[in-house]
């Protein structure tokens, strides 16, 4: 038996309304972009226009001004014959050129002023003629003729004149002004109904679409539910993990904590017997002499070796054994304890914090002659102290102690806030560190380079362990010969979570 067949997405009725409806409506945004675009363009072109008719109205402004200024100058100079008046003359004339070519270069588009342009720049050019034959005449000490000069040459008829054609270009000026107003009103108008129609298919498009759309929401809907409760269960799953990450780390440090403890017992014992042992070679020794002295026939040489040589010496090496393992047993059991105590989060200065920590080995710095210098402001944080000092104590010596042979130790300590992290540097200036033993330094009992200092390489394992307690991380940046920076990663305050319940 056929079931009913089940229509395609385009044989869909609901689908294609919505189909048509998307495509209208960004046909209409995309006819409105173009149209906005457009009246942006003129409305632009409008304002550059209103611009530009304002410029030329300041210019003109100017240039009848230094004209009033000069011709004022010149009648000043005349009547007293004072140097100030021929020095404001000059001053107007220099600034009168270069405005009237401002002046002629912005009305060059306007047919309409040429003309006026032009007169202007003649009438001015015959008024400096006569403007300067006068202040040549007085001058030369001929005031009076000066004066008559300028009573038969009209000076005053030839600035009414002028004035005449400045207000003919104003005129000019102000009638493209309204026009251009004029326009740029229209295309704001234009601009906003194309806006309208734009927002009105808009609407109809979201109406068309709410109500295409709407039926389907049910179903997210119970998606979003199902979605809810998937993420329930895997929060549930990560804090299950969390919880069983938490007993194994630590039944790590008790059984850390067990087996560096019931290792000290033989260990004690080994101590014990070698002590015995070393006490014994004594009177063996000298048992070997007094025969050696009485009976030379019955003392063989590998006797005399060993009682002398073989013995001692592997005694000094069963303690030098003992001795590694002991200091080995003692940083796991340090570590185990570490991993045990409970943090006490406290808001520390860090600047103060390293200052301390430098005044502490105040004397191996100077022993080795280190320059220490730690730079200020350092950030606030709330973490723990006494694991927080016992991570930077251990990068500052670690960096006052492996030098570079042929140049002075120095060592900067810095700190700054980045967004939820606060990152603390530790830099020198000493032989640097492998990039392939970056990591490795971090791992117990592993060291990089040359072995000429005392460690046993669990002071950096010891960091790590530390700094990840803190919530943070550490890291490295170095070459061989180049120095190391050390980089110690923290939240600004240190969260700690509620300890976990065993179960019974």
């Given at each position: 038996m056929q079931g009913s067949?089940?229509?395609?997405?385009?044989?869909?009725?609901?689908?294609?309304?919505?189909?048509?409806?998307?495509?209208?409506?960004?046909?209409?945004?995309?006819?409105a972009a173009g149209a906005a675009g457009y009246v942006v363009r003129q409305t632009n072109r409008h304002s550059d226009w209103v611009i530009h008719t304002y410029?030329?109205?300041?210019?003109?402004?100017?240039?009848?001004?230094?004209?009033?200024?000069q011709?004022?100058?010149?009648?000043?100079?005349?009547?007293?014959?004072?140097?100030?008046?021929?020095?404001?003359?000059?001053?107007?004339?220099?600034e009168l050129a270069p405005q009237v070519d401002e002046l002629r270069r912005l009305t060059a588009d306007n047919p309409r002023q040429r003309a006026p342009m032009a007169m202007v720049e003649q009438r001015l050019a015959d008024l400096d003629a006569a403007q300067r034959q006068t202040n040549a005449l007085v001058q030369q000490g001929r005031g009076a003729d000066a004066l008559r000069q300028f009573r038969a040459d009209s000076g005053l008829l030839r600035m009414q004149?002028?004035?005449?054609?400045?207000?003919?270009?104003?005129?000019?000026?102000?009638?493209?002004?309204?026009?251009?107003?004029?326009?740029?009103?229209?295309?704001?108008?234009?601009?906003?109904?194309?806006m309208a129609i734009a927002a009105l298919l808009f609407l109809a498009v979201v109406a068309v679409s709410f109500l295409t759309i709407r039926r389907y929401t049910r179903d997210l809907h119970r998606s979003r539910s199902a979605l809810a409760v998937l993420n329930a269960t895997l929060e549930d799953q990560v804090k299950e993990r969390t919880a069983d990450l938490a007993l194994a780390n630590e039944e790590i440090q008790r059984f850390a904590y067990i087996v560096s403890h019931d290792l000290r017992s033989p260990l004690v014992n080994v101590m014990g017997f070698t002590?015995?042992?070393?006490?014994?070679?004594?009177?063996?020794?000298?048992?070997?002499?007094?025969?050696?002295?009485?009976a030379p026939q019955i003392v063989t040489e590998e006797a005399r070796l060993a009682a002398r040589e073989?013995?001692?010496?592997?005694?000094?090496?069963?303690?030098?054994?003992?001795?590694?393992?002991?200091?080995?047993?003692?940083?796991?059991?340090?570590?185990?304890?570490?991993?045990?105590r409970v943090l006490a989060p406290e808001m520390i200065a860090l600047d103060q914090l390293v200052e301390q920590i430098t005044d502490?080995?105040?004397?191996?710095?100077?022993?080795?002659?280190?320059?220490?210098?730690?730079?200020?402001?350092?950030?606030?944080?709330?973490?723990?102290?006494?694991a927080l000092e016992q991570i930077l104590s251990n990068l500052i010596e670690n960096a006052t102690k492996y030098r570079h042979p042929s140049r002075p130790a120095e060592v900067h300590v810095?700190?700054?806030?980045?967004?939820?992290?606060?990152?603390?540097?530790?830099?020198?200036?000493?032989?640097?560190?492998?990039?392939?033993d970056h990591q490795r330094i971090f791992d117990l009992f592993r060291r990089s380079g040359q072995q000429d200092q005392p460690g046993e390489g669990i002071g950096l394992a010891h960091v790590r362990a530390l700094a990840y307690r803190l919530g943070g991380t550490i890291s490295v940046e170095s070459q061989l010969g180049q120095g190391a920076t050390f980089f110690l990663s923290l939240p600004p305050a240190l969260s700690i979570a509620p300890p976990l319940q065993e179960s019974a």
């Open positions: 067949p089940t229509l395609a997405p385009a044989e869909n009725p609901i689908g294609r309304i919505l189909v048509a409806a998307m495509a209208i409506g960004f046909l209409a945004l995309l006819v410029r030329v109205e300041g210019v003109l402004i100017e240039v009848r001004r230094l004209a009033e200024q011709e004022t100058a010149r009648r000043g100079y005349m009547l007293a014959g004072t140097p100030a008046f021929l020095n404001s003359f000059e001053r107007a004339h220099a004149k002028l004035r005449h054609v400045f207000d003919a270009m104003a005129r000019e000026e102000r009638r493209l002004l309204a026009l251009r107003d004029a326009e740029q009103v229209a295309s704001r108008q234009t601009f906003s109904t194309v002590a015995e042992l070393s006490a014994a070679t004594q009177p063996l020794a000298e048992l070997i002499d007094r025969a050696e002295s009485e073989d013995l001692p010496e592997a005694i000094g090496f069963i303690r030098t054994s003992t001795a590694k393992m002991d200091r080995l047993i003692n940083a796991i059991l340090k570590l185990s304890r570490e991993g045990r502490a080995i105040r004397h191996v710095i100077d022993d080795r002659g280190v320059t220490v210098t730690i730079e200020r402001p350092m950030p606030v944080v709330v973490s723990d102290r006494i810095s700190a700054q806030e980045t967004p939820g992290r606060v990152i603390v540097a530790v830099r020198d200036n000493g032989r640097g560190i492998d990039p392939r």
